[in-house]
Antibody, heavy 117, light 109 residues
Framework: EVQLVESGGGVVQPGRSLRLSCTAS????????MNWVRQAPGKGLEWVGV??????????EYAASVKGRFTISRDDSKSIAYLQMNSLKTEDTGVYYC????????WGQGTLVTVSS | QTVVTQEPSLTVSPGGTVTLTCASS?????????PNWFQQKPGQAPRALIY???NKHSWTPARFSGSLLGGKAALTLSAVQPEDEAEYYC?????????FGGGTKLTVL
């Protein structure tokens, strides 16, 4: 079964950092790009960024709202994608999902990040 | 900054047909934007329905179809069922970045 599981969420103060993980199983992880998407409470979905597969250079792209603060990386040996979030703001609060490739399938169950003093 | 616009809400009767649209602030939506459509029910993660304009996943009910319509991406639901009540999001690709629409809350009433 193809599955994605996010972890690492929690409560953090503004200005601090947090790293999320997305652990994949059931497919050849290294062959796929991985996306991060977030959803603020009661709001819509927002694409955060993507890391391409090594075959496509392992390059990254980010939404303007997180560029320079968030970094996506991957460890293909462990089938994990990471989202390093620095200089967190209250508006970064929400559920963070990972999803596979250009067709965004599947999705994990999400992990909640709360940025609050 | 690119904005993707969807109808905030739509209502349809059971058994009816409804079309949700997805427009881009940069101009006409084309297949090059690789339109995706997702369904999200309360308390659940989103689920992919349509990819690359009109392609269905193996679990996508036949009553869902995707297309390009009048310069927009479109999701049409035919013979709507009560379980189709949900939030629907489109997603468009723009030169390396992806942008979600604001979502359409579909009520089946």
């Amino acid at each position: 079964e193809v599955q994605l599981v996010e972890s690492g969420g929690g409560v953090v103060q503004p200005g601090r950092s947090l790293r999320l993980s997305c652990t994949a199983s059931g497919f050849t992880y290294g062959d796929y790009a991985m996306n991060w998407v977030r959803q603020a409470p009661g709001k819509g979905l927002e694409w955060v960024g993507v890391i391409r597969s090594k075959a496509y250079g392992g390059t990254t792209e980010y939404a303007a709202s997180v560029k320079g603060r968030f970094t996506i990386s991957r460890d293909d040996s462990k089938s994990i994608a990471y989202l390093q979030m620095n200089s967190l703001k209250t508006e970064d609060t929400g559920v963070y999902y990972c999803s596979r490739d250009l067709w965004f399938d599947p999705w994990g169950q999400g992990t909640l990040v709360t940025v609050s003093s | 900054q690119t904005v993707v616009t969807q109808e905030p809400s739509l209502t349809v009767s059971p058994g009816g047909t409804v079309t949700l649209t997805c427009a881009s602030s940069t101009g006409a939506v084309t297949s090059g934007s690789y339109p995706n459509w997702f369904q999200q029910k309360p308390g659940q993660a989103p689920r992919a329905l349509i990819y690359n304009t009109s392609n269905k996943h193996s679990w996508t009910p036949a009553r869902f179809s995707g297309s390009l319509l009048g310069g927009k991406a479109a999701l049409t639901l035919s013979a709507v069922q009560p379980e189709d009540e949900a939030e629907y999001y489109c997603l468009l690709y723009f030169a390396g970045a992806q942008v979600f629409g604001g979502g359409t809350k579909l009520t089946v009433l």
